[in-house]
Structures are given as C-alpha cells and as structure tokens.
C-alpha cells in the first residue's frame, strides 16, 4: 500500500536548545534606560535575557539546537527529510534560514523553508510537520524556532527592548506507534497587524536612509492593547484544543506556553483552571520573550529538567505578530 494512504501518528523524538551566553540583565537596563528592575520583574517575570555574538545569525544559533535535538532523538542530519524554520529574524530575506540550516547541517536535497508567524511559529511548525508526517510522506522532520530579536530592538525604547532575547529550540519528529500529537488549533486575525510589527525593510516601506535614522527596522508595539488581546486568545486556543479531546485543565500535565509576559501565563493558568507554579512551565525571568523560539526552549528544558514524562499530556499555547495564535496537545 502506498504510504500516503495511510495515517500515522506524530510524536516528537528528540529536542534541543541554544541559547547565547551573553547575559543582559536588568540591572544593565537600568545603565541604559530609564528603568527599574522592579518594574520590569514585576510587569514582566523578566529578570535577565540573551544577546547573541554580532557573528551569531540566526541559522547559526539554529543549527546549534538542531544538533542537539537530533542527537536526542537517536538520528543524524541524513534522515531529515523536511526542514521547517520559524523565524521573524532570518539571516537574510532569502535564501530561508531553513536553507542556510540545510546547507550548515551537511545535507542537500530535503525540502527546506521559513515560515513567518512571530511568536506562533514553533507551534505552527509542529503542526505544518505533523501533516507531512501523518500523511505518510516523510518520516523524520525537523522544526526549529531560533530568533536574533536584540538586532530588531530599538534599545532607546523602554517599553518593548526590557522584553526581548535570542535563541533557539529545535525539535525533530517522526512516526510513533501511540500518543504524540493529539490536537491541534490555529489562528490569526489580521486586522490586528499593526499593534507588532516591524514597518520597514519590505516591499510596503523599503530601508532607505530615513527608514534607518526613523528606527523603522525595529519592533513596534502597542503592548498595552496587545496584553489584553493575548490574555483573550491563548485562553480561547487552549480551550479550543483541549475541547476537541474532552479535555479539561485537570487534565493537562503541564502547559508549555509561548513566554511573553508572567502575568498573561497567570491568566491562562487562571482561566484553565490550573495552578501556574504547578502546571505552566516558566523560563522567561531568564530568557525574556524569545518570540518563536520561546516556545520551543520551554519545551526543551521541560523535558530536560524532568518535567514532561512519558504518557504525560502537554499543552502548547501560543499567541503573536499577526495576530497569530497555536495550540498544541501533545501525549508525550
Ligand atoms: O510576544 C507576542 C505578544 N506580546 C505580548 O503579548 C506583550 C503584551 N504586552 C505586555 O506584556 C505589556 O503590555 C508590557 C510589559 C509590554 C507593558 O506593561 P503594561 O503594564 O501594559 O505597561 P504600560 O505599557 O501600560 O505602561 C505603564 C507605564 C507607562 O507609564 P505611564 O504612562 O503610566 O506614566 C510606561 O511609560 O509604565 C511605563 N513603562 C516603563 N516604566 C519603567 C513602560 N516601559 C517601562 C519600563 N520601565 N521598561
């Protein structure tokens, strides 16, 4: 029988992080803005965050987890057979980070692209993997989520650069016999766009010496809408998600959520039902909003600190630029 007739399920094999070693803390903020660590830790969850190396693009930092990830998972580059990046920082506009991952991994051949859904994009990954997966037509694919905010940071502006930091999280998936990915749940309102973007550099407002000395290639954001925004749909993505499997927040093991704000993850935690410092699994007091690549590092230290065991149910919520949002309930 031709494979893609048939289904399979999706699990993840293997997972892996970089994160930059240079560390930027609050009390460096308060030396270049003006700025409190106690505003920040309180408003945020924020204590410290990652730069990377002027040399460290965002393939670099991908590769990196990537490596790590498929040494988790038992396999080598060779058996990927489709690699997907999510990045709003690629090295460059084209070729696709994904490529340059590709070529940095050593192997050629294997379709390789960059999706743009901001802080969505780990999850969006997991979800466009587990369809080329389940469908039969490849067995091992990569998903990394790696991100170089510090060079799209205007580092005068105290409301958005306290917020972010590099890395990246990769994941590799394939074939498993039970559990894996249950349910999925995807979104995105674009109407919203303009409350975070980065205006210049495309086709809309080309860089020009204006765009630079206007700091147009910079994140913008209007945090204070946003937060509402975000507290609203990662709670409708995660109810969603947990509704196509009869699920309830009891039932969930551990929430892996995309790391934008403590007190959005409370929210969530709230409205789930569930008790945050049990069940919502927190890195950002150390790594600030890392955008995709958010998600895919809380996923990794989860695992690696003993948190997600075998058979535990697990639920990815996501919510970003776009607006994008993405659920995931993953049986581990
Ligand atoms: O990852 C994708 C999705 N991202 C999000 O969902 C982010 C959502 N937004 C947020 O997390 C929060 O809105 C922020 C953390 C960005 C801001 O927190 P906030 O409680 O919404 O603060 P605010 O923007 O309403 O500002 C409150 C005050 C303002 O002063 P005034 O006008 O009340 O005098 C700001 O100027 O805090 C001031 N402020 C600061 N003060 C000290 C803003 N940034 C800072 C700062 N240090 N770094």
Known sequence: ?????????????????????????????????????????????????RIARDDEAASDMAVKAAQVALKNAGLEAKDIELIIVA????????????????????????????????????????????QFIKSGLYKYALVVASEKLSTVTDWDDRSTCVLFGDGSGAAVLGRVDDGGIMAVSLGADGSKGNLLQLPAGGSRMPASKKTVEDKQHTIKMEGNVLFKHAVKIMAEAALDV???????????????????NIRILNALAQRMGVDPDKKVYLNIYK???????????????????????????????????????GALVIKW
């Open 1 to 49: 029988m031709n494979n893609i007739e048939k289904t399979f399920r999706t699990g993840i094999l293997g997972v892996g992080k970089y994160l930059p070693e240079r560390r930027l803390t609050n009390a460096d903020l308060e030396k270049m803005i003006d700025t409190t660590d106690e505003w920040i830790v309180t408003r945020t969850g924020i204590k410290e965050r």
């Open 87 to 130: 990045t709003i920082t690629p090295d460059m506009f084209f070729p696709s980070t994904a490529c340059q991952l590709q070529y940095k991994l050593g192997i050629t051949g294997v379709p390789a692209f960059d999706i743009s859904v901001a802080c969505s994009g780990y999850v969006y990954g997991l979800a466009i993997a587990d």
């Open 242 to 260: 947990t509704a196509k499997l009869g699920l309830k927040g009891e039932d969930i093991d551990i929430i892996i959520p995309h790391q934008a």
């Open 287 to 325: 790594y600030g909003n890392m955008s995709a690549a958010s998600s895919a590092v809380a996923l990794t230290e989860a695992v690696e600190e003993g948190r997600i065991k075998k058979g535990d149910t697990i639920l990815m919520d996501a919510f970003g630029g776009g607006l994008t949002w």
